[in-house]
């Protein structure tokens, strides 16, 4: 299954990557047929995780022919580490060699998508198309969040956009929140609203004389000070 939805995103990505050669579960090469990328995805699937140089080494060796001509090759290639793990609370015993993967910058750039076979149960049940839609679902985030490290549809969903560079999370613009009105609610709550409103007003009515500004402010404050007594 995580083959599947793999070939299906790469190829609904803006790379629109076509697969060259699979080898069983264990090797998948793909390329990018969309005129403005240059790129290659090498997905291996491993039992254990290897040291960087051996995985470059065993890419090389599989990779076919066709590709190792391509002189971006070399460059642009992304290496998509598949690691399956008996329980996902087991992952914090697998960071160091994760990050020692992830951060060899030799050859090639490589990701390691790592997941439980309780999550591949539940995305045995799931749409494909279905996926990049739960990652937009504000509640199973939540949960998420609480739990990070419990098996559920949306960590291995979001991992796996994660870990495939070249996917962007697709977003709706009308869930965006207005930034202003954010920031206003802030303030309103910080109880300082009413003092940015009033410096808005001194910016503009000054033509941003800051020394004006600090000066009006002051005097306004005093006078103020002045009435209450």
Not at 80 to 91: G, K, Q, Y
Not at 114 to 128: G, H, P, V
Not at 160 to 174: A, G, H, M, N, Y
Request: glycine share 2%; charged share 30%; hydrophobic share 40%.
């Amino acid at each position: 299954m995580i083959s599947k939805i793999i070939t299906a995103l790469s190829n609904q990505s803006p790379c629109q990557f076509e697969l060259v050669k699979q080898e069983d579960e264990r090797f998948s090469f793909y390329r990018a047929t969309s005129k403005e990328y240059q790129r290659f995805l090498a997905v291996v699937k491993v039992t254990k995780l290897m040291t960087p140089s051996k995985l470059n080494q065993w890419v090389l060796i599989n990779t076919p022919d066709a590709l190792k001509e391509q002189p971006a090759f070399a460059k642009n290639t992304d290496v998509l580490v598949l690691l399956e793990i008996d329980r996902l609370a087991n992952i914090v015993d697998y960071e160091s060699d994760i990050f020692a993967l992830e951060e060899d910058g030799y050859s090639f750039k490589k990701h390691v998508l790592y997941y439980s076979k309780a999550e591949m149960d539940l995305l045995n049940n799931m749409d494909i198309n279905a996926i990049a839609t739960l990652i937009k679902d504000q509640s199973k985030f939540r949960l998420y969040k609480k739990s990070p490290l419990v098996e559920s549809e949306y960590g291995i969903a979001s991992r796996i956009f994660i870990k495939l560079p070249f996917l962007s999370v697709p977003v709706d613009e009308s869930e965006l929140d207005d930034p202003c009105k954010l920031a206003d609610n802030y303030l309103e709550d910080a109880n300082v609203l009413e003092l940015s409103n009033e410096f808005e007003r001194l910016f503009v009515s000054s033509d941003n004389n800051y020394q004006a500004i600090v000066k009006e402010h002051i005097r306004g404050k005093m006078a103020n000070s002045q009435t209450e007594d």
